[in-house]
């Protein structure tokens, strides 16, 4: 059994992608570390690239088993904070669209269907009313929410039923939970080196201390001149200061 590969335009000869070999597939010398084996009849294409977008066929002995058709698409990135509106671009050729309706898939789930007919759509998520006269197709996602998140595809469907993919191919949608706003804290006193609060408080004791050892240093050096001046003109002494209580006889402080 073979897996050949012939694009879906433009037919070139078949290339072949992978041969069944002892019950395992064995890659081809362009596949070489592409193709990984499933099972006898499946296998796995890894490192897409856009060249990849082809029909592939399972053959035996030239005769066609089966056909696979694979797309590849590349994801359109939005990002939106939570609790926001995002828009996802979709735009699709509309112009003689009968009947028809335009879709909105999240993670292979059917999110959103406007009828050409229907009015606007009740919800957090619309499509533009205009969307047929313009093919503008995009989404709008009131209040976007973490479960919002995800790959979206969105197309058309005519009245016979025939879909037609809208671009970009898919949007991958990225909800970021929304920070809570910093809330103000009083300020708070700064331990010293002694675990001693340097508040307003402290610091203006500290303040008034060095005031009254300023006045201190003042009036002693104020006293000594007052002392030299009267021993120079011979007169009395000043009165000797003592501290208050203290016995002179001996030094105890009451």
């Known amino acids: 059994m073979q897996l050949v590969r012939v694009r879906k335009t433009h037919p070139i000869v078949p290339r072949t992608v992978a041969t069944l070999v002892g019950g395992v597939w064995k890659p081809a010398e362009d596949y070489k570390h592409r193709i990984h084996h499933v099972s006898a009849s499946s ?92 093919g503008d ?33 898919a949007v991958k949608v990225t909800v970021q939970r929304s920070r809570p706003a910093p809330t103000e804290t009083p300020l708070q006193p700064t331990p010293g080196p002694d ?7 402290l610091i203006v004791s500290i303040i ?10 003042t009036f002693c050096a104020l006293w000594r001149v007052s002392v030299r001046k009267a021993r120079r003109a011979g007169g009395p002494r000043p009165a000797e200061m003592k501290p208050l209580g203290e016995n002179a006889s001996n030094g105890v402080i009451y």
């Open 43 to 134: 296998v796995k294409l890894s490192g897409l690239n856009f060249n990849d977008d082809a029909f592939y066929e399972f053959t035996c002995n030239h005769d066609l088993i089966k056909t696979i058709q694979l797309t590849v698409i590349f994801p359109y990135d939005v990002r939106v904070s939570e609790g926001e509106t995002a828009r996802i671009p979709c735009y699709s050729s509309t112009e003689g669209l009968q009947g028809g309706s335009a879709r909105w898939e999240r993670d292979g789930e059917l999110v959103l269907v406007q009828n050409r007919s229907s009015g606007q759509p009740e919800g957090r998520l619309s499509v533009s009313p205009d969307w047929v006269q313009t």
């Open 195 to 201: 675990g001693e609060q340097t508040g307003p408080g």
């Open 137 to 169: 197709l995009s989404l709008t996602v009131k209040d976007a929410q973490l479960e919002d998140g995800g790959n979206y595809v969105c197309y058309t469907v005519d009245g016979n039923g025939k879909k037609t993919r809208g671009s970009p191919a």
């Open 208 to 217: 008034f201390n060095v005031l009254l050892s300023a006045a201190a240093v």
